[in-house]
């Protein structure tokens, strides 16, 4: 017989040779939100690959994009967003805004687009509230299947918008749209990401922090002009809170490849304790 004093050193030994059991790693999501000015630089300069090796730099999954140019002969009638979809190797959804006369003349389609890494399921335009302003924007909304590292996968909403630049009433109302079309989704993890045309303490951000948390927005995150930036009017913004930990929010050192700089989130995934 076997002496079972001589079996549990054995034993013990076993159980301390075992590797090490590893916390799953966290679902994390990297989003950019880009005004590329119709891919115009500092310079003057339209470049559409250098707007493409900005957002590559990144690497992100989902991009919100404003101040696209679909064949228009200004911009040498490419579709900038297919064109950049095909840089980045993504998927593409855009979104036209209807705008005044001399914008969108030039034999082709100008707004708002989304570059995605996972398949867009389905997609809306709202245009957004216009009174007085400069041109009528458009919020561009999609929803993908975000699939987590558990193998599940969750439904994520996500906004491009570009609010007016020249009428603060505008601003306000397209605001409190946005704010209404975040509510009509529930609890879905939804972000909204854009150039608002607003800086920190105006009435249309404190209209939009009813329902969105800004990422990053205590910071110091100047965005524009973007070879000397003085003003933050680009934003990530989400909900619900407890949805979501920003690990990261910041400003692209992107000075030359138009007249934003683009703004980078890292989020993570908060899964509810109640499910």
Same mark, same amino acid.
Not at 32 to 45: A, R
Not at 64 to 70: I, K, M, N
Not at 100 to 109: A, K, L, Q, V, Y
Not at 161 to 170: A, Q
């Given at each position: 017989?076997?002496?079972?004093?001589?079996?549990l050193p054995l034993f013990?030994?076993?159980l301390?040779?075992l590797p090490?059991v590893?916390?799953?790693?966290p679902d994390?999501?990297?989003?950019l939100?880009y005004n590329?000015?119709i891919g115009?630089g500092?310079d003057?300069k339209?470049?559409l690959e250098r707007?493409a090796?900005v957002?590559?730099?990144?690497?992100?999954?989902?991009?919100?994009? *404003?101040?696209v140019d679909? $064949? #228009?002969?200004?911009s040498? @009638?490419? !579709?900038?967003a297919i064109e950049?979809?095909k840089?980045?190797?993504? *998927?593409?959804?855009f979104g $036209? #805004?209807s705008?005044?006369? @001399?914008? !969108?003349e030039?034999g082709?389609?100008y707004?708002?687009?989304?570059l995605?890494r996972f398949?867009?399921r389905?997609?809306?335009n709202?245009?957004l509230p216009?009174?007085r302003?400069?041109?009528?924007r458009t919020?561009?909304?999609?929803?993908?299947?975000?699939?987590l590292?558990?193998g599940k996968?969750?439904?994520?909403r996500?906004f491009?918008?570009h609010?007016?630049?020249g009428?603060?009433p505008d601003?306000i109302?397209s605001?409190q749209l946005?704010?209404?079309?975040?509510v009509?989704?529930?609890d879905?993890?939804?972000?909204?990401a854009?150039?608002l045309n607003?800086?920190?303490?105006?009435r249309?951000?404190?209209?939009?922090?009813?329902?969105w948390t800004?990422?990053?927005?205590?910071k110091?995150?100047?965005?524009?002009?973007?070879?000397a930036?003085?003003?933050l009017i680009d934003y990530?913004?989400?909900?619900?809170?407890?949805?979501?930990?920003?690990?990261?929010?910041s400003?692209?050192?992107a000075p030359d490849?138009?007249?934003h700089r683009?703004?980078k989130?890292?989020?993570?995934?908060?899964?509810s304790?109640t499910?």
């Amino acid at each position: 017989m076997i002496s079972t004093k001589r079996l549990l050193p054995l034993f013990a030994v076993t159980l301390l040779g075992l590797p090490p059991v590893r916390a799953q790693q966290p679902d994390r999501l990297t989003v950019l939100t880009y005004n590329i000015q119709i891919g115009i630089g500092m310079d003057k300069k339209t470049d559409l690959e250098r707007t493409a090796a900005v957002i590559k730099s990144v690497n992100p999954d989902i991009v919100a994009l *404003q101040e696209v140019d679909r $064949k #228009a002969r200004r911009s040498g @009638g490419f !579709d900038q967003a297919i064109e950049l979809a095909k840089a980045t190797g993504m *998927q593409m959804v855009f979104g $036209k #805004a209807s705008v005044r006369e @001399g914008i !969108d003349e030039d034999g082709g389609d100008y707004g708002v687009a989304i570059l995605s890494r996972f398949p867009i399921r389905r997609s809306l335009n709202h245009r957004l509230p216009f009174t007085r302003g400069f041109e009528l924007r458009t919020a561009l909304e999609v929803e993908f299947d975000w699939p987590l590292k558990s193998g599940k996968r969750i439904p994520v909403r996500f906004f491009s918008t570009h609010f007016d630049n020249g009428s603060e009433p505008d601003r306000i109302a397209s605001a409190q749209l946005v704010n209404r079309l975040a509510v009509a989704g529930g609890d879905i993890p939804t972000i909204l990401a854009g150039d608002l045309n607003a800086q920190p303490g105006s009435r249309p951000l404190e209209i939009l922090k009813e329902e969105w948390t800004f990422a990053g927005a205590e910071k110091a995150m100047l965005t524009f002009p973007a070879n000397a930036p003085r003003f933050l009017i680009d934003y990530v913004l989400l909900r619900p809170a407890q949805t979501w930990k920003v690990i990261e929010a910041s400003v692209v050192e992107a000075p030359d490849a138009s007249d934003h700089r683009p703004v980078k989130a890292v989020l993570e995934y908060i899964p509810s304790q109640t499910h």
